[in-house]
């Protein structure tokens, strides 16, 4: 229905699809799947399997017809590609360590990660950024999306050596921060590979894109 009015006026975007790990904790529950990563971890990594058994089918499918449309691959990232892209996520990794995220997360995220000619991997706080070293090795990954959050989480300046290592591995890093970090951080960080998410009124959007322009 969206394709059928949006010829010249918006892109249309995927759904979201998160498949494998985040599906699964969906269907177990975030405290049966900790308990089944102990108790039953054969029968999770069959669970993870058959989660993520029909995912590229379904990507292909709506990937088919948005093409087919002359639209662009698009997520509610709204970083459009006229190759296939995703976000990569793993929210559930903040309930458990890194070894079992290398053991049972990383496999399937890096299947879907394969699926795609770009990919960025959403962390979404210091509880999946545990997790960074194994994330960079992922295929096709274009950049990180690094999510601070709030209180004891701001202000950005404490993250300035993980951004710094994801550059490092030669990945972009989409940071959110606050207007009156800018300057700042500008002065702190190295602007290649760098994309600002700022949440700001429209009418100090010209101030910003200003400062930004120094840059």
Not at 116 to 140: E, M, Q, R, W
Not at 162 to 184: F, H, N
């Amino acid at each position: 229905m969206a394709l059928a009015v949006a010829d010249g006026k918006f892109m249309v975007g995927y759904t979201d699809m998160y498949a494998g790990i985040d599906c699964t904790a969906q269907l177990r529950g975030a405290e049966q799947m900790c308990l089944d990563l102990i108790m039953d971890p054969d029968g999770l990594k069959r669970l993870i399997h058959a989660a993520f058994s029909e995912y590229a089918e379904v990507y292909s499918r709506f990937d088919a017809t948005l093409k087919s449309h002359n639209q662009l691959s698009v997520t509610w990232m709204n970083l459009p590609s006229f190759e296939t892209f995703n976000v990569l996520a793993c929210d559930f990794s903040v309930n458990i360590s890194p070894d079992h995220f290398d053991e049972f997360c990383l496999p399937v995220i890096r299947r879907e990660a394969e699926c795609y000619v770009h990919n960025v991997f959403h962390v979404d706080g210091k509880g999946v950024a545990k997790n960074i070293d194994s994330i960079l090795t992922l295929p096709n990954l274009a950049a990180i999306q690094w999510v601070q959050g709030y209180g004891i989480d701001q202000p950005i300046f404490q993250w300035v050596p993980l951004i710094e290592k994801i550059q490092q591995a030669g990945k972009s890093v989409i940071v959110d921060l606050l207007p009156d970090e800018l300057d700042a951080f500008m002065k702190r960080v190295d602007p290649t590979g760098i994309m600002l998410w700022i949440n700001a009124e429209p009418e100090h959007q010209a101030e910003i894109l200003r400062i930004v322009n120094r840059w």
